[in-house]
Structures are given as structure tokens and as C-alpha cells.
């Protein structure tokens, strides 16, 4: 069983910076960001894929329209990822939530569809002031 813990969200002005924290007890291949605006659907965020062999890095995975300001990374010892977001907009504001994949997988399309999730955390808060 996998439980996953988000912190770090909070209220911040445009063109600020929020790192949110993903704690995750139990063995995962990898974590993903996710986010809801009220009266939209859960989109994808990020994600980050550790279950690739030692010698490699892990791969990343970004929605097209959030890579260059969001980053994702992991300190595979705590067991924990993180999601650095920088010069932060209005529309940045939503409910943040992390996830584990319900398998090991090598394919983008895995990780952007919140489907083959399988562990949720109870999501944060993110909210950009203009």
C-alpha cells in the first residue's frame, strides 16, 4: 500500500515561486503531478519515472504547455519528489495533487493519463494572486 503526502502549496503573487513536496511511504516506480481548477477536469502536470535501470537517469515528462516554468525531481533516498513551479500565473491556480502509477512503465502515455494511476494524495493548494 502506498500513501503519498503533498506539502508546500500556499498563496503567491504572479510571477512567483512555490516547491511542492510529494512524501511517499511504500515502493513506487515513479510520481506524478496533477491538477484541478474548480469547474475543470483534472489535468496533467508532470511526472517523473525512476523505475529505469540504476545507471540511468530518470525520465521527465511535462504537459507541453508547463515545461519551462514547472520541474519536476526526486530524492529517490526519501522516497520523495518535488515540483519546483516558477514565474507562477493566475491560471496556475488549482488544487495540486500527486500520484503513483499502478505499474512500472517506460511510456509517456503511461504517466500523463491519470487512469493508470493508482495512489493519490489529498492534493494541495496552490493559489496565484494577479
Known amino acids: 500500500q502506498v500513501q503519498l503526502v503533498e506539502s508546500g502549496g500556499g498563496l503567491v503573487q504572479a510571477g512567483g515561486s512555490l516547491r511542492l513536496s510529494c512524501a511517499a511511504s511504500g515502493r513506487t516506480y515513479g510520481l506524478g503531478w496533477f491538477r484541478q481548477a474548480p469547474g475543470k477536469e483534472r489535468e496533467f502536470v508532470a511526472a517523473?519515472?525512476?523505475?529505469?535501470?540504476?545507471?540511468?537517469?530518470?525520465?521527465?515528462y511535462y504537459a507541453d504547455s508547463l515545461q519551462g516554468r514547472f520541474t519536476i525531481s526526486s530524492d529517490n533516498a526519501k522516497n520523495t519528489g518535488y515540483l519546483q513551479m516558477n514565474s507562477l500565473k493566475p491560471e496556475d491556480t488549482a488544487v495540486y495533487y500527486c500520484?503513483?502509477?499502478?505499474?512500472?512503465?517506460?511510456?509517456?502515455?503511461?504517466?500523463?493519463?491519470?487512469?493508470?494511476?493508482?495512489?493519490w494524495g489529498q492534493g494541495t493548494q496552490v493559489t496565484v494572486s494577479s
Open positions: 500520484a503513483a502509477p499502478k505499474a512500472r512503465s517506460y511510456s509517456r502515455s503511461t504517466y500523463v493519463t491519470a487512469a493508470n494511476y493508482g495512489y
Open positions: 517523473i519515472d525512476w523505475s529505469a535501470d540504476r545507471w540511468s537517469a530518470p525520465s521527465r
